[in-house]
């Protein structure tokens, strides 16, 4: 049994602390980050809770070996995750999901070879018929259980029963979840399809030409949608203007590439994203991540040469500890 708990100020950072998911989130609301992750895990089975402050637009890619079922304790948008349902993820290369502010999501993950029939229309979006009194009885057994593991100290080790005993909890709430439970597609799939469609392809557009990113106009060209039925499928989708979506997310990317490259001169960060006028960049960024780009990338760069001190100190060791041993001979 492997117990990890993450807290992370980083919406980027947040996303790569869950081992096994390749996932890139962008921040998308003003406001300073917070996040934590409860992850437990066997060889047979996972429970991961996620949780943020602020909302997210995530892109993922889920371990293929597993099915994964979703049910939120808290999730204040109406599409995606219902209040009262358990969500199967599709298979699929990537999946993307907005995530409101303030939302905390339970994650169950399973080997494929279990429960087969979980396989049916495994590339859409699938909820599982379950009584509310079961589903209200089961996620509140994984809430308490991860409510512990969090404020439980971290100093103080956990007996193999109590492990033992977490695990079984665990197995035995899913079997008795899953046992009794038939799928169902989701509601409204056409028209939540091309919705989602809709977004994904100005994303998809959006990233293709980062330094020269098309206008409203042209997106409605490209897809041949009309300006209203763009706005409405990103209000309805992400909650947000098509404007205000896709700057976000440009402005992620300028973040990410800061953390990466933090020698880079901001200018040529900001450009390559498509923000030439400094001031409305800086404006627009200290806005989202209530922090100037410039604040962002001193941080980057303390933590880099922070890295290459550590580095340069075992090198030092290393050197001493090999004179050392050829001064014995």
């Known amino acids: 049994m492997t117990i990890t708990l993450h807290h992370c100020l980083d919406a980027d950072e947040h996303a790569q602390r869950l081992e096994g998911w390749q996932q890139e989130s962008s921040q998308i609301e003003a406001g300073v980050f917070s996040g934590e992750i409860v992850d437990v895990s066997s060889r047979e089975v996972r429970l991961f809770r996620e949780s943020a402050n602020l909302g997210l637009s995530q892109r993922m890619h889920f371990p293929e070996s597993q099915w994964h079922l979703v049910t939120p304790i808290r999730w204040s948008s109406g599409t995606l995750y219902g209040a009262d349902t358990v969500t199967v993820l599709p298979r699929c290369e990537q999946f993307w999901s907005v995530a409101p502010s303030n939302y905390d999501l339970l994650v169950v993950s399973i080997d494929r070879s279990r429960h087969e029939w979980l396989g049916r229309n495994d590339h859409r979006l699938r909820r599982l018929e379950v009584s509310s009194t079961l589903l209200h009885q089961v996620r509140g057994q994984w809430q308490l259980m991860t409510d512990y593991l969090r404020t439980r100290p971290a100093h103080e080790p956990m007996s193999g029963a109590l492990q033992q005993s977490l695990m079984r909890q665990l197995e035995d709430s899913i079997e008795l979840l899953l046992g009794s439970g038939a799928l169902l597609g989701a509601p409204d799939a056409s028209n939540y399809r091309t919705?989602?469609?809709?977004?994904?392809?100005?994303?998809?557009?959006?990233?293709?030409?980062?330094?020269?990113?098309?206008?409203?106009?042209?997106?409605?060209?490209?897809?041949?949608?009309?300006?209203?039925?763009?706005?409405?499928?990103?209000?309805?989708?992400?909650?947000?203007?098509?404007?205000?979506?896709?700057?976000?997310?440009?402005?992620?990317?300028?973040r990410r590439s800061l953390f990466q490259n933090p020698a880079q001169a901001l200018a040529d960060a900001a450009a390559a994203q498509g923000f030439f006028h400094q001031s409305y960049f800086c404006r627009e960024y200290r806005r989202l991540f209530q922090e100037l780009p410039s604040t962002t990338r001193a941080r980057a760069l303390e933590a880099a040469e922070s890295v290459g001190r550590r580095v340069d100190d075992r090198c030092l060791v290393h050197d001493q500890v090999c004179r050392q041993l050829t001064g014995r001979r």
């Open 195 to 254: 919705r989602r469609y809709i977004v994904d392809r100005c994303h998809a557009l959006t990233r293709s030409s980062p330094d020269d990113p098309p206008s409203l106009m042209a997106l409605c060209h490209q897809l041949k949608i009309s300006r209203r039925t763009l706005q409405y499928s990103f209000q309805t989708e992400v909650g947000q203007s098509p404007v205000t979506y896709l700057r976000a997310l440009r402005l992620n990317a300028v």
